[in-house]
């Protein structure tokens, strides 16, 4: 049992939670007013909807429920792999968040959501909704690849696209390759959870072995076409610092597994790695199939691109579970339409027209230790759809120290904004 699961129970049955015994908190519970908004999720979107529901509205109820006490942070964990970064810098609480905006938050697991009642249910009982957020993250489709299992094929071949033990893992797998060895990495197809991140981890990991292994090397087996992000300064960044380290293969899809040889077979050709980083197709996370949320593509929610309203009425979808239309799948991205949702959701609930929203992200990537490049990118709704606007954003010409810091500066904000 989890931790978090377990002082969840243990708060139920009446011992401290937090500082507040079990029955404060269930008078917590009781809504302040007759509308109640429940986010299930607290991160990059979940944490920053529901801090900026209270922010607009402060006569609504929130909640907000992580199966987590803390948050681990995805972004810069290509660092942690690359052993230039701990962790726990990646790692942020709910404690001033809840504080200085009432907002009540549960470290529990959503096990349902009962569309009819208007209830998630917890294993600490069912807490009533009037409107329901969910910013769940992603799961992986283990099932299209065979010989893979969601139990046992991440222990052995790490993944690492969800932050926590998965990348202590990958970086601990890395440090102790032997001499000379040989790295596979395996890229789905688009779309997923950051479309530049494994190409970011490639270079990071690249940095790394060139420094500690030099004789060792990077096979990519990319199931797209092409690099999916940056694809120039990529190409261009691995040519100048990583040559004969990093052997980018494109339209290579991982189609089996053999974990006891830790190979990977693509139909044309079985390579085996000393370390295997097998990043899985990936879809909408478990609770969103539960909710009855995804759509019939069965892998990712259709939303509102107005007020992000799913197909299931009073659910709304945010963040990576979500379809964004041209968004990418980011921490930016669920960040603005965190504050989107909030907006939107409460022009609703107080009988105003939500307005039609414009988003912005940017997304940076080292390339070594300390040089980096970005990806910026508006979008705007049109029809039905979330769309790019061409020329309104781009690349830069190259990596620099500059987008380096500025990328430090961007993510510091980011857990700052979410976590207080
Ligand atoms: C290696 C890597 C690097 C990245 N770098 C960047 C970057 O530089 N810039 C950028 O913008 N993005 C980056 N990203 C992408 C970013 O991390 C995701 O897009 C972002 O986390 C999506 O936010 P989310 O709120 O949708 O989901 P998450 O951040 O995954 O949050 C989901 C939360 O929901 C909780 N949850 C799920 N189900 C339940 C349940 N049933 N009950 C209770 N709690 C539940 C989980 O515990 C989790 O805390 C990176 C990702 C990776 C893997």
Request: positive net charge; glycine residues 8%; aromatic residues 8%.
């Amino acid at each position: 049992m989890s931790t978090s699961r377990r002082s969840f129970l243990r708060s139920a049955a009446g011992l401290a939670l937090g500082g507040l015994s079990w029955r404060s908190r269930a008078e917590n519970l009781l809504p302040r007013s007759e509308r109640r908004v429940v986010v299930v999720g607290g991160g990059f979107g979940g944490a920053i909807a529901a801090k900026y529901l209270r922010l607009h509205d402060p006569s609504v109820d929130v909640v907000l429920i992580d199966r987590k006490t803390t948050y681990i942070a995805c972004p810069f964990t290509n660092r942690v792999i690359a052993g230039l970064r701990d962790l726990a810098e990646n790692t942020v609480g709910y404690d001033e968040l809840a504080a200085r905006h009432q907002i009540t938050v549960l470290p529990t697991e959503v096990t349902a959501v009962d569309t009819a009642a208007k209830q998630v249910v917890t294993p600490g009982g069912a807490i009533n909704y009037t409107r329901l957020v969910l910013s769940p993250g992603i799961d992986f489709r283990y099932d299209e690849i065979d010989g893979a299992d969601p139990a046992r094929t991440p222990e052995i071949m790490p993944h690492a696209w969800q932050a926590g033990e998965q990348t202590l893992l990958l970086r601990s797998q890395l440090a102790a390759m032997r001499s000379g060895g040989t790295v596979v990495m395996s890229i789905p197809l688009a779309p997923f959870r950051c479309p530049p991140g494994p190409y970011e981890r490639v270079s990071l990991m690249a940095w790394y072995l060139k420094r500690t292994n030099p004789k060792s090397k990077i096979i990519v087996l990319d199931a797209n076409p092409d690099i999916a992000a940056k694809a120039r300064l990529f190409r261009a960044a691995w040519q100048q610092m990583y040559k004969g380290m990093v052997d980018y293969r494109p339209a290579q899809k991982v189609t089996r597994v053999i974990l006891e040889r830790r190979a990977v077979d693509t139909g044309a050709e079985t390579i085996r790695g000393d370390v295997v980083n097998l990043i899985p197709p990936q879809k909408a996370a478990p609770l969103a199939f539960q909710a009855g949320v995804v759509g019939d593509d069965g892998k990712w929610c259709p939303v509102s691109q107005i007020t992000f309203e799913s197909r299931v009425p009073g659910i709304h979808v945010i963040g990576d579970s979500c379809i964004a239309g041209a968004m990418p799948k980011s921490a930016f991205s669920a960040n603005s339409q965190g504050k989107v949702v909030a907006l939107n959701m409460l022009a609703v609930m107080n009988g105003r027209e939500p307005d039609a929203p414009a988003h912005v992200n940017v997304c940076y990537s080292y390339v070594n230790d300390r040089e980096a490049m970005s990806v910026a990118g508006l979008y705007r709704v049109l029809g039905d759809n979330t769309v790019f606007v061409p020329q309104a954003g781009g690349l830069p010409t190259s990596y620099t120290e500059l987008e380096g810091i500025q990328a430090a500066s961007w993510f510091n904000n980011m857990l700052r904004e979410m976590s207080s």
